[in-house]
């Protein structure tokens, strides 16, 4: 069932022929996703390599993963690639505000360092292990948080570059452990992913269990669907975003022109989504929030010129005589001295 599965990813995605680097921490996901691109690397024309990033947080346990990846390698006739970074040099210099946690720089860092690699090697793509269990998590934890429909499309079977791939997606994690041990596969344990003061390690073991148990037992893939939905669905109302932005607003050096003639009868739902675009085209995605949003098309439909509103990542909408701009908080108007 799951090399199936994997086999039908793997044509789905374009990806015979081509070659790949397997993203691969030596967990149970990233071996099960080697192992079976491995086994369909002759009848599909796959050319892969391992790559392994070493994150430089768990001492000898970290260590000893690497030397694990780098054994598999040799056993699966698997070229290794491996790199490491320093997470922490992320997080420093950065206010309270705009610093990421610990848990987001080693993702940004890692998924950098597995580009650098694949780059490097020529590779086409990097292929990551997620499942459908981490879809549902995703989904749920920014559904907490309060994202919205773009949010709540989860992770996307591959970037919009088609860089990055996700072959595992569709696959649980019951079924990925179920095929580890038929296959006789060996794998390292993450202590760290049996810690509970993550959230989503809670949501993992305490609450997503439970829910299915007592809802709905293909709960994980209600939210699969459900994410797909919605993520096919953003895919064709970003097109519209893109083509409306081009019409409303011009990058300038110190800001952005906003024109302020459509806004009293653009949609409600297009109006929200431009916003959020604007906001984080400017730098201000992070923290904006759902009142931002309806603050800004408030302004939009009804500022008065001479007035302005302030915005996250230290910035402001300003109504000046005929147009709206989006500056640096403090920026002088035009035409003052």
């Given amino acids: 069932m799951l090399l199936g599965e994997v086999r039908a990813s793997v044509e789905r995605l374009g990806l015979s022929g081509r070659s790949v680097l397997v993203a691969c921490s030596g967990g149970v996901d990233s071996v099960v996703l080697g192992h079976a691109l491995c086994q369909l690397r002759s009848p599909l024309g796959l050319e892969l390599r391992l790559g392994h990033v070493h994150h430089g947080l768990r001492g000898e346990e970290a260590d000893g993963d690497a030397a694990w990846v780098q054994a598999l390698g040799r056993k699966w006739d698997v070229p290794v690639m491996e790199s490491r970074v320093n997470p922490p040099e992320l997080i420093e210099g950065h206010s309270s505000r705009t610093r990421p946690t610990l848990q987001e720089a080693a993702r940004r860092a890692r998924y950098d360092a597995l580009w650098g690699l694949a780059e490097g090697a020529g590779v086409h793509h990097v292929a990551t292990a997620h499942n459908l269990d981490d879809q549902a998590e995703t989904v749920l934890l920014r559904l907490f948080r309060g994202a919205g429909p773009d949010g709540l499309g989860g992770i996307p079977e591959r970037s919009p570059d088609g860089r990055i791939v996700r072959p595992l ?57 459900l994410a797909e939905t919605l993520r096919r669905d953003g895919e064709w109302i970003g097109d519209l975003v893109d083509g409306q932005l081009e019409q409303v607003s011009v990058a300038e050096p110190d800001g952005l022109r906003i024109r302020p ?77």
Avoid: M
């Avoid at 809670?202 to 893939?221: E, K, T």
């Avoid at 302004?299 to 915005?311: A, K, S, V």
């Fill in 169 to 225: 997606l569709g696959v649980p994690r019951s079924e990925v452990t179920r095929f580890a041990r038929a296959e006789g596969l060996v794998w390292r344990e993450d202590a760290s992913n049996l810690d509970t003061k993550y959230a989503r390690n809670r949501l993992r073991h305490d609450w997503l269990p439970g829910l299915a148990a007592d809802f709905n037992p293909r709960l994980l893939r209600a939210i699969g669907d």
């Fill in 261 to 337: 003639e459509p806004w009293g009868e653009l949609p409600e739902g297009l109006a929200r989504r431009l916003v959020h675009r604007i906001l984080a085209s400017a730098g201000a995605g992070r923290d904006t929030t759902r009142t931002h949003v309806l603050r800004c098309v408030d302004f939009l439909r009804n500022g008065r010129p001479g007035t302005h509103i302030e915005l996250p990542g230290g910035l402001e909408l300003r109504r000046e005589r005929d147009e709206f701009r989006l500056v640096p908080v403090g920026l002088q108007p035009r035409g003052s001295c």
